[in-house]
């Protein structure tokens, strides 16, 4: 199994490349190293979780208006 760590810098690699988006770069680490994306939750650093969030929120997949209480970071704290 992959750790934290090594997810990170993983993704964190294909970022620098600039030719994925934070998603597309978990879904393609998830897949060199045969993890199922929903189980990457315990794998996600704080910076990864904070650039998913900007690129979930530009991309309009989540709602940020002020009667939303739902966070992508809200999801990983449950």
């Known amino acids: ?5 090594e997810f ?5 690699k ?3 490349g600039g030719k994925a988006g934070v998603m ?8 060199n ?4 994306p929903e189980s990457t939750k ?3 650093s704080d910076p990864l979780k904070q650039k998913l969030q900007a690129e979930a929120q530009s991309l309009k997949l989540i709602n940020r208006s002020n009667g939303s209480q739902a966070t992508i970071t809200s999801f990983f704290t449950k």
């Open 24 to 31: 597309d770069s978990i879904v393609k680490v998830c897949e």
């Open 42 to 44: 315990r794998l996600l």
């Open 8 to 12: 990170t810098e993983q993704v964190e």
């Open 33 to 36: 190293n045969n993890i199922e």
């Open 14 to 16: 294909l970022l620098r």
């Open 1 to 5: 199994m992959i750790s934290k760590k």
